[in-house]
């Protein structure tokens, strides 16, 4: 009796791992992250620092881009990103947490920035930045896509 139980029990988890996975449901179909960059900022010190985070949960501009970079990566070069075609989003979560994205896109074109983050208590923050393609995106959150510098 055990051993069925057993069995049920990985049968069900099976099925919710594999239901989870699934690239298409009513909320949209998962974005692929071609390249993310992830950090924990720890300390009382730092939670300013996630002030610098837009808004809008992207950034579509070269300097725009650069800013934030050199506001949370201070000691890495700036990576290179051609902003006519790709989009970087980004997302915090409080507590020195680790973050990581999850966007969707619907059928009309709405990116919506979906993160998924650890539960640590404590002072600091925790990012993530992913580049995705641009192409077939017409909004993010709702609002049209918009050009930094």
Same mark, same amino acid.
Not at 30 to 40: A, F, L, P, Y
Not at 58 to 64: A, E, H, I, Q
Not at 70 to 94: C, H, M, Q, Y
């Given at each position: 009796?055990?051993?069925?139980? $057993? ?6 988890? +099976? ?55 050199? $506001? ?71 609002? +049209? ?5």
């Amino acid at each position: 009796m055990a051993r069925l139980s $057993l069995v049920m029990g990985i049968a069900l988890l +099976a099925g919710l791992v594999a239901s989870a996975g699934q690239s298409d449901s009513k909320d949209g179909k998962d974005v692929k992250v071609e390249q993310s960059w992830t950090g924990r900022l720890t300390g009382k010190d730092k939670e300013p620092l996630r002030e610098g985070a837009p808004a809008k949960m992207y950034v579509s501009g070269p300097k725009t881009f650069a800013g934030l970079w050199k $506001l949370w990566r201070t000691e890495e070069k700036v990576p290179e990103i051609d902003f006519s075609k790709k989009v970087v989003l980004v997302t915090t979560a409080g507590g020195p947490n680790e973050v990581k994205l999850a966007p969707k896109v619907d059928a009309q074109g709405n990116l919506t920035v979906r993160s998924i983050a650890t539960l640590v208590g404590g002072p600091g923050f925790g990012y993530a930045l992913g580049i995705v393609d641009r192409d077939g995106i017409k909004t993010i959150q709702g609002k +049209a896509l918009a050009r930094d510098d």
